[in-house]
């Protein structure tokens, strides 16, 4: 399975998928998120967690952002997120522009202890949904901790799972992240957070 980009240096790039657990985000699912987001891609520093193929850092990259860091712990995508990196960094190489581009090929847990603080703007996770529920809480603090003061987080879920997503980052309701708002696209939700200002 092949998925084509639309938008920037890298449009018209086909991006190969991994045959394996991994579930790619639906194209307009991608572009209409990077869309809402356009402003703040600019030069911004973006964290893609459970990348799979790498679709979503890539169109980041490819819109604007200065640099994307790549969390996947699977094989088979491990492999094909590699050769899409190799022709993102061509391209932009044949326009000269600087991108940065790091790929870290563990679990999201120990990934994240290896990732700057307050090194990243714009966070992106999209879990295997059975373990969504069990995965956020783990990974809160270390959500935290590495997003930037007025950091953003996307959390791709089923979209049966809506209403839990606010809850399992928040558990008491005081927590770090503010929700913004939450949108369906079909069986898939996505539900959008920013920092809260005080909680640097």
């Not at 891609?41 to 459970?50: E, H, K, P, Q, S």
């Not at 059975?130 to 089923?158: F, K, Y």
């Not at 992240?177 to 939450?182: A, D, E, N, S």
Request: with cysteine; charged share 25%.
């Amino acid at each position: 399975m092949s998925l084509r980009l639309s938008t920037g240096f890298c449009q018209g790039m086909r991006l190969e998928n991994p045959a394996s657990v991994t579930r790619p985000t639906a194209s307009r699912v991608r572009s209409a998120i990077w869309n809402a987001l356009q402003l703040r891609l600019g030069g911004a520093r973006v964290l893609d967690i459970c990348a799979g193929s790498g679709a979503v850092g890539i169109e980041a990259l490819s819109r604007g952002a200065s640099q994307a860091t790549f969390i996947e712990q699977d094989r088979g995508a491990l492999k094909a997120l590699e050769r899409n990196l190799e022709e993102v960094t061509r391209r932009a190489r044949n326009q000269s522009l600087d991108i940065g581009i790091q790929v870290l090929g563990r679990s999201a847990e120990k990934a994240l202890a290896q990732c700057p603080e307050a090194g990243f703007d714009i966070l992106w996770i999209d879990p295997p949904f059975a373990v969504i529920t069990e995965l956020l809480p783990r990974l809160m603090p270390e959500l935290n901790r590495v997003a930037a003061a007025d950091g953003l987080l996307v959390v791709e879920s089923d979209s049966a799972d809506l209403e839990k997503i606010p809850a399992l980052l928040n558990p008491t309701g005081q927590g770090m992240w503010h929700l913004q708002k939450q949108k369906a696209y079909g069986k898939i939700g996505v539900s959008f957070f920013s920092k809260r200002k005080n909680e640097a």
